[in-house]
C-alpha cells in the first residue's frame, strides 16, 4: 500500500517536470548483454591493458582513413583553434572524424574492457606546432579516489583512445606512460620531469593507442618544429558525466538517426 502511494506520488511529480520514466530512459537501445563475448585474442588485450594501463593496437585505422583525419584536422585547426592545443566536440566539426565515434578495432577493445554500456566522454583533438615543452604528468580523471576504495567499490572507467596522425619521434615527442599507474589512488606530481619508470610510446599512423583515463602519462615535449596531430576518442560507463554536453546538431543527429549503439554512445540515456 505504501509503495503504491509512494508510486502515485513518483507519477505526480513526473508530471510536473513533462518526462516519464520511460522518455528518459529508452531500454531498447541498453544491450540485452552486458559483456562482449571474448575471442582469445580480446581476452589476450584485456590481460595486457589490466596490467599495464595502455594498448597499442596495430592497423586500427587505414592509410586512406589516416589521410582524410589529417586533411580535417588540418581545416578544422586552421578554422577554429587561434593557437590553442585542444580542439573540443570535434564531431561537431567535420563529418569525416565521424566513423570514429564507433570504430570497431577501438570500441571492440573498450567494450571488452568496460562492457557494451558505454558512452562517448569526448572528442578532442591535439595539435601542437613549433617549440611546445613537455606536458607536466598527468591523469584525465578527475575524481578523487580513496586508497581503500569504498566497501561498494569506487573506481570509475575511462579508455582513451588516441589516433596519431604523425609518428612519433625524439623530435616531436612520445607519448609517455608509468605502467600500472591507474591502479595508484594518489595523483602524480604534475611535473614535467621524465621519470625512470617511464615508457615512452612512439605511435605510428594507423595505430590506436588505448589508455586508461586514470593513468600517470603525459605527452614529450615537441621540440621537431612540425605539426604533432592527434586525435582523442575517449570512453566511459553510460552513468558516468561526460565532458561533451552533447547538445550539437552532429550530436542530435547521431540520437536521432543513428544505430542504437551510436545513440548510446551520444549519452541518449540521460537519466533514469
Ligand atoms: O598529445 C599527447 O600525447 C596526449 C595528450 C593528451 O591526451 C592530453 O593531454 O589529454
Redesign the pocket.
Known amino acids: 500500500m505504501a509503495d503504491a502511494k509512494a508510486a502515485a506520488q513518483e507519477g505526480e511529480n513526473r508530471k510536473g517536470t513533462g518526462k516519464t520514466q520511460r522518455n528518459t530512459m529508452p531500454r531498447n537501445i541498453v544491450p540485452r548483454e552486458m559483456n562482449p563475448t571474448l575471442t582469445t585474442a580480446l581476452s589476450a588485450d584485456v590481460d595486457s591493458f589490466l596490467k599495464n594501463g595502455f594498448l597499442v593496437v596495430e592497423d586500427a585505422i587505414t592509410h586512406a582513413q589516416v589521410e582524410s583525419l589529417r586533411a580535417a584536422l588540418d581545416e578544422t585547426y586552421a578554422r577554429t583553434s587561434g593557437g590553442e592545443q585542444f580542439i573540443h566536440e570535434l564531431l561537431e566539426e567535420d563529418s569525416r572524424f565521424e566513423f570514429l565515434l564507433d570504430h570497431p578495432p577501438a570500441l571492440s577493445r573498450i567494450k571488452a574492457l568496460l562492457g557494451n554500456c558505454i558512452q562517448l566522454h569526448s572528442a578532442?583533438a591535439?595539435v601542437?606546432q613549433g617549440e611546445v615543452p613537455d606536458?607536466g604528468w598527468?591523469r584525465?580523471g578527475p575524481w578523487p579516489v580513496d586508497p581503500n576504495g569504498t566497501p561498494y567499490g569506487s573506481r570509475p572507467g575511462q579508455i582513451?583512445c588516441?589516433y596519431?596522425l604523425d609518428e612519433l619521434t625524439e623530435e616531436n615527442?612520445a607519448?609517455a606512460f608509468v605502467r600500472g599507474s591507474h591502479r595508484n589512488p594518489a595523483s602524480p606530481s604534475h611535473k614535467p620531469d621524465p621519470r625512470p619508470d617511464e615508457v615512452r610510446v612512439y605511435a605510428k599512423p594507423g595505430q590506436a593507442v588505448l589508455f586508461d583515463g586514470w593513468i600517470y602519462?603525459?605527452?614529450?615535449a615537441n621540440v621537431s618544429g612540425e605539426m604533432?596531430r592527434?586525435c582523442?576518442m575517449c570512453y566511459q560507463n553510460s552513468w558516468m558525466k561526460s565532458r561533451e554536453s552533447f547538445s550539437g546538431p552532429v550530436a542530435r543527429r547521431f540520437r536521432e538517426e543513428g544505430t542504437d549503439e551510436q545513440r548510446l554512445l551520444m549519452g541518449a540515456i540521460e537519466k533514469w
Open positions: 578532442t591535439r601542437t606536458q598527468h584525465d582513451n588516441g596519431f615527442g607519448i602519462y603525459r605527452g614529450v604533432r592527434t582523442l
